[in-house]
């Protein structure tokens, strides 16, 4: 059997089922799919996500939810369980110990997570450090393009970047399509200097990763790199060690040459900056989605924080998320691992 087979035995399946309970339950009005009939067939084909069963699915999650972590404080709405669920391929086990993990990230890293809103980003967006392109590539991810060549650090720190990337991915997901579909990364580190590479430690690093991998409902599909200088060799001996080897083989390095990206994004999508024929890279028109989503996120991101639930302890954070202390001695060796690069 295949390990996304193994993956599938902890749901149910229909031939366990009495016959009163074969005729999938009916859909409440409080979820709507926004779907397409394609993507219907994609989810079923890439995630188990299968619409006659969806509302079941959704329903053993949340009671799952309500058994092993009562206390916990989150949505248990039907849209805000389904893009977990269709992150972890629908299996129940590891959706809900990701929505653990989401929670216990977010708890663990109040530099990040406290006040998140646009509002309190507005440096970083008019830095253009970041963005999103108005075109998907031809799988249907949106592309979202990082510039940290745009990062002044004695304007603010590295955290507030993260911020605005993790702000970014939560107005993503809320879209059906970008869970099924996923995203792409498009990282331009041209200009960026060993100063700069060097506020991008193991501490950091491993927080990042942690949280993408093991923290976040959503599936990165690909991570292109664009004019990388030889630093960047040192920026990804940081990375390499905590990335897992599916993601580890998602990145790809074009150094200048535009048309190896061009291989893997079509240049009708891309800004001319990029050799492509969407015109220039425009930040305004994502900058204007994020602030005009203001009120969602202080409703999210920006009220009193419950009292924590004493399950969701150091045990259950990713890997990345562990203490701190640990990173210290490392962080110390990260300037002489990036100077070996020139």
Known sequence: MS????????SPSVASLSENELSPPPEPPGYVCSLTEELVTKAREELQEKPEWRLRDVQA????????????????????????????????DRALQLLVNYHSCRRSWPEVFNNLKPSALKDVLASGFLTVLPHTDPRGCHVLCLRP??????????TEN????YLTLEKLIQSEETQVNGIVILADYK????SKASHFGPFIAKKVIGILQDGFPIRIKAVHVVNEPRIFKGIFAIIK??????????????????????????????????????????????????????????????????????????ALL???????????????GVKSQLYSCY
Not at 162 to 165: M, N, P, V
Request: with cysteine; hydrophobic share 35%; charged share 25%.
């Open 61 to 92: 999650l949340r009671d799952m939810v309500r058994k092993e972590y009562p206390n916990l404080s989150t949505s248990l709405d039907d849209a805000f369980l389904l893009r977990f669920l269709r992150a972890r391929k629908f299996d129940y």
């Open 149 to 158: 060549d745009r990062w002044i650090p004695s304007n603010y720190p590295i």
């Open 162 to 165: 993260i911020r605005a990337i």
């Open 191 to 194: 200009g960026v200097s060993l």
């Open 318 to 332: 990713p890997e990345g998320l562990t203490s701190d202390v640990q990173c210290d001695d490392s962080m110390r």
């Open 241 to 314: 060690p905590f990335l897992k080897e599916k993601i580890a083989n998602r990145f790809f390095l074009h150094g200048s040459d535009l048309n190896s990206l061009h291989a893997n994004l079509p240049r009708s999508i891309l800004p001319k900056e990029y050799g492509g024929m969407a015109g220039e890279l425009d930040t305004a028109t994502w900058n204007a989605v994020l602030l005009a989503s203001e009120d969602d996120f202080v409703k999210e991101f920006c009220q009193a924080a419950p009292a924590c639930d004493s399950t969701l302890g150091q």
């Open 3 to 10: 390990k996304e087979g193994d993956s599938l035995r902890t």
